[in-house]
């Protein structure tokens, strides 16, 4: 534990110091940073129940599509159950294995992304998540341009975005997803729009 010690410290310093880098940046004149705000951007589709299949299919390598005919075949256990039995959770990997195992995908890290992404079906909560960080640059009182200090992760759709104390910003937030926890469903840039 004392040999890891230094390590993490470096590695948390190192971090704070390219997040602390992008935030004091030289500006031009006149220009001054203000944080925006990010809302929403956790939507799933109706056909899949609040599960972020777009998420799990992303850190598993392949679309939503694939993931939502694999899981089609599933057979989830009603409410008040407690979940399912042993033999019925062995028939619904089964199911899932026959049709994702082909795309390279083992059970482990099928176990893995569904754990990841797990949470109470039907409660507020959400899965694992991070928020964005970002600035609006600002000069004369508009808004000319973007920063991201962290593209944060999770989300499923674009979040809003809304710079607070200027209004009628027309931005749009773009996302990435890729097989990395960190950075699947990351905002990866938010462009100025023309105004409605």
Known sequence: MKLLLPSLIL???????????AQTAPLPPGVTRVPVTFSG??????????????????????????????????????????????????????????????YGITNDRLDEVSNFYRYPPGSRDLWKHTPAVANALVKNGAVTGFEIVSGGAGYTTPPTVTVPGISGVNAKAEIAFGKKFETNGSVSSIKLEPAK
Do not use: Y
């Not at 190192?14 to 880098?21: D, F, K, T, W």
């Open 11 to 21: 590695a948390a310093t190192a971090l704070a110091g390219s997040i602390a880098q």
């Open 41 to 102: 951007g956790h939507d799933t589709d109706p056909r899949d129940h609040g599960r972020p299949v777009i998420l799990i299919g992303s850190a598993l390598g392949v679309t939503a599509e694939i993931f939502r005919d694999a899981f089609s075949g599933v057979h989830p256990v009603g409410p008040g159950r407690g979940g399912p039995s042993r033999e019925e959770a062995q028939a619904n990997k089964k199911v899932l294995m026959d049709k994702l195992g082909k």
